[in-house]
């Protein structure tokens, strides 16, 4: 699918109306100062394909601080951590070298489910090295092999995440989360 850029000029307005009326601010951003950097950085996104386009949008929104904040186009094809393997990704310098590792690993999420803790070191998915700014993209239904380790560099093993693909279900909701909201 490709977007004139009349549609791109709608879908920017609508995030940044949406963002204005909707964003919960934990960060505490200047919404100033990000509207700025928002205004400046849409014309870039005028033209191009529309993985870049999305790409250029998920940058943008970055700046807001919020880790669950994001922008997927009509029919996502691939998304990040947060949202199909139920783990959040933080950053840090090991040695020179910037590295991601797994922040929060949701109970009975997939990543856990796998085997993935909280402080694993994220090396590579599917063969690709990720490190910070760039976040690996992950596609519903398929299956990732994640080359991780432990903090110290040490126990590096291959582990093979399965992402369901639609929407959550009950089935994948963590066990508290189920207790909370019981089905019908």
Not at 14 to 30: Q, T, Y
Not at 47 to 64: C, H, R, S, Y
Not at 116 to 130: A, M, N, P, T, W
Not at 159 to 169: F, H, N
Request: charged content about 20%; glycine content about 10%; aromatic content about 8%.
């Amino acid at each position: 699918m490709s977007l004139t850029q009349s549609q791109r000029k709608g879908i920017l307005s609508a995030v940044r109306k949406r963002v204005l009326k909707s964003h919960f601010n934990v960060a505490g951003v200047d919404y100033d100062a990000w509207l700025e950097s928002f205004d400046g950085g849409s014309g870039e996104l005028l033209t191009g394909d529309v993985e870049a386009f999305e790409a250029g949008i998920q940058n943008l929104l970055k700046g807001l601080g919020s880790s669950h904040t994001g922008f997927y186009h009509e029919r996502p094809s691939r998304l990040l951590p947060q949202h199909t393997i139920n783990a959040t990704l933080g950053e840090f310098v090991q040695g020179q070298q910037r590295r991601w590792f797994f922040l929060d690993v949701f109970e009975e999420g997939p990543a856990e489910r796998a085997g993935i803790r909280s402080g694993d070191v994220l090396h590579q998915v599917d063969g690709v090295e990720y490190a910070p700014p760039n976040m690996p993209p992950l596609k519903p239904g398929a299956r990732h092999k994640f080359s991780v380790s432990a903090p110290d560099g040490t126990t590096a093993r291959l582990v093979v995440i399965e992402i369901p693909s639609g929407r959550a279900t009950r089935t994948y909701l963590p066990s508290c989360l189920r207790r909370a909201f019981p089905a019908r």
